[in-house]
């Protein structure tokens, strides 16, 4: 699992993060800060199972249900996105938990960020067309990434 150095803006997000969960009472164990340092440390998108192994190797005592029930409750928290990928499962994305566009491969399963200014302003135009008040959106692209376009695949 690639990991993006910290940056004092994800260092600022744990604090964060760890301030909100202590306000609604949540104990904060050495495993829980591990497991949000490794969902906002990673830029892959990593499912429940990266982390657990990430995790697990600085904490072995780890269960895999403990990295679920922490990711579950971050994503109730709006801490990080849940992106489910149907048969392929769950990722997170931690360093970006507020809707937005991927291009997620077909082949490997990479998620990358698509950041395109356009869908904000179809999604007001949605709003306006039709009188509906949007809460969030989904919007997301299958292809194939350049990566396995260079081995050999269409």
Do not use: W
Request: charged share 20%.
């Amino acid at each position: 699992m690639n990991s993006t150095y910290p940056t004092p803006e994800t260092t600022e997000r744990l604090e964060t993060i760890l301030q909100a969960l202590r306000q609604r009472g949540c104990r904060l164990t050495p495993q829980r800060s591990a497991i949000l340092r490794a969902v906002l440390s990673s830029d892959e998108h990593p499912t429940a199972e990266q982390v657990f192994s990430q995790v697990r190797a600085e904490f072995p005592m780890t269960s895999l249900a403990t990295v679920y029930n922490t990711l579950g409750l971050l994503r109730e928290m709006g801490a990080v996105l849940e992106i489910g990928l149907g048969h392929g499962g769950m990722r997170y994305d931690g360093l970006r938990p507020e809707p937005h566009p991927h291009l997620i491969c077909t082949q490997c399963q990479a998620i990358l960020d698509a950041d395109l200014p356009e869908l904000k302003a179809l999604g007001e135009a949605v709003s306006q067309a039709t009188g509906f008040r949007i809460n969030s959106h989904r919007f997301d692209f299958f292809g194939i990434c350049p990566r396995c376009q260079q081995n050999g695949y269409n």
